[in-house]
């Protein structure tokens, strides 16, 4: 079945450093992917998408680029802040269907000042 | 506020106790999703509804489960006869054709 697996966290940075959290897929066809955060005390909240191949999704200086020969989807960030600390899940949805999301197991990043 | 509403954010029961948690989804989206997070996991698909049908349901969702959106507007979310294992963050979300779901806060079940 589909599944995703991204980098076992947690992830710990001084602020303005650079982010890349490996984020890899398997599904059939072309899945939508996705990018959720979980600040703490918070519900997830989509932070970017892509949904076909070499697509690049973008938001609040994120960036993920939809790699099918790679099936990968890496976020990454130039330079973090403090309030990026969260837990960042990738997922996807396959082709057609219900839409479910098929998410991956988080991780957690912490930004220290 | 307009986003998707859980109720109650969070439930403590004893085993064996039923329990019911209802999802208000953004008013004009017409699927709703339910889905299972547990601690350090990343949130798991348990069924999916398109208007009042009920299309989906995961093998993750026991016959102890039990989901409903009876005029395709809330929708309810009963676990029977609780087990410990049933503890977790339950997420409800929404979203109308075409767009992404949007996420309510999760009810958060503790079974002792």
């Known amino acids: 079945g589909d599944s995703v697996t991204q980098m076992e966290g947690p992830v710990t940075l001084s602020e303005e450093a650079f982010l890349t959290i490996n984020c890899t897929y398997t599904?059939?066809?072309?899945?939508?992917l996705f990018w959720y955060v979980q600040y703490p005390g918070e519900g997830l909240q989509l932070l970017l998408k892509a949904t076909k191949a070499d697509d690049k999704g973008s938001n609040k200086g994120f960036e993920a680029t939809y790699r099918k020969e790679t099936t990968s989807f890496h976020l990454e960030k130039g330079s973090v802040q403090v309030s990026d600390s969260a837990v960042y899940f990738c997922a996807l949805t396959a082709q057609g269907g219900s839409e479910k999301l098929v998410f991956g197991k988080g991780t957690k990043l912490t930004v220290n000042p | 506020d307009t986003g998707v509403s859980q109720d109650p954010r969070h439930k403590i029961t004893k085993r064996g106790q039923n329990v019911t948690f209802r999802c208000d989804p953004i008013?004009?989206?017409?699927?709703l999703y339910w889905y299972r997070q547990t601690l350090g996991q990343g949130p798991e698909f348990l069924t999916y509804f398109q208007n009042e049908a009920q299309l989906e349901k995961s093998r993750l969702l026991s016959d102890r489960f039990s989901a409903e959106r009876p005029k395709g507007s809330f929708s309810t979310l009963e676990i029977q006869r609780t087990e410990q294992g049933d503890s977790a963050m339950y997420l409800c979300a929404s979203r109308a054709e075409g767009n992404e779901q949007f996420f309510g806060p999760g009810t958060r079940l503790t079974v002792l």
């Open positions: 008013s004009e989206h017409n699927r």
């Open positions: 599904a059939t066809g072309y899945p939508s």
